[in-house]
């Protein structure tokens, strides 16, 4: 039963950081095996759409990409985290979530959607701004791709950032991702 946390803010010691380790902590705290991956130390480079790998069976991006997609597979649970980057995701997620293309049009051997499907999917997002409203286009993004994957969608923790330590301090903020950190672990058992 395991809860992985991606982290996908440029700043390592940032708010988003903070609070999926608040996450992480819960999801530890009720039993699940937890992992952090922090997107900026992988080298996952822009989709080429190119197709190239219907052809030779393999990807014409070398880079960390199946690191990342195992860990994906391997664990029951994802909690993504994005700070708000232009009323949308980060580009270290987006690239991301442009390569699962890769898998699902091709790497038969993977079976990525298959093993995708079912998996938990939760968010944790920061802005600066204080419209909630303003985050809605993030939101958006994870939903509808975790509806296009078959996952369950587990919930959404928004807090606010800017400087560091602005989330922490925010008690509500920090009670509900821990909180989501804890759903995601029940999900995680529930799966077994
Ligand atoms: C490139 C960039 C774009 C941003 N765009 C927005 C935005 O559209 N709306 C907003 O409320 N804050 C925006 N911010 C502020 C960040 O969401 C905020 O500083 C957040 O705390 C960054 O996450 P971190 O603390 O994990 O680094 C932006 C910051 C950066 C660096």
Not at 17 to 42: F, P, S
Not at 55 to 79: F, M, S, W, Y
Not at 159 to 186: C, F, I, N
Request: glycine share 8%; with cysteine; proline share 3%.
């Amino acid at each position: 039963m395991k809860v992985l946390g991606i982290m996908g803010s440029s700043r390592r010691d940032g708010n988003t950081n903070d609070l999926l380790d608040v996450a992480l902590k819960g999801a530890a705290d009720a039993g699940a095996q937890v992992e952090k991956i922090v997107l900026a130390d992988y080298r996952i480079n822009h989709i080429a759409d190119c197709k190239v790998c219907r052809q030779r069976g393999k990807c014409v991006n070398e880079d960390d990409l199946p690191t990342v997609i195992d860990k994906l597979l391997e664990a029951d649970v994802h909690i993504w985290a994005s700070p708000v980057y232009w009323y949308t995701v980060s580009g270290l997620v987006k690239v991301l979530l442009d390569r699962f293309f890769c898998y699902i049009a091709w790497h038969p051997e993977v079976r990525f959607s298959e093993r995708m499907k079912g998996k938990g999917a939760a968010v944790i997002a920061v802005q600066e701004e204080q419209d909630p409203d303003r985050a809605r286009h993030l939101l958006g993004c994870f939903q509808w791709s975790f509806e296009f994957l078959e996952q369950e969608f587990l919930g959404f923790v928004l807090g606010p950032g800017g400087s560091r330590g602005t989330a922490l301090k925010d008690e509500e903020t920090v009670k509900r991702a821990y909180e989501l950190g804890r759903k995601a672990a029940d999900f995680a058992r529930s799966r077994k």
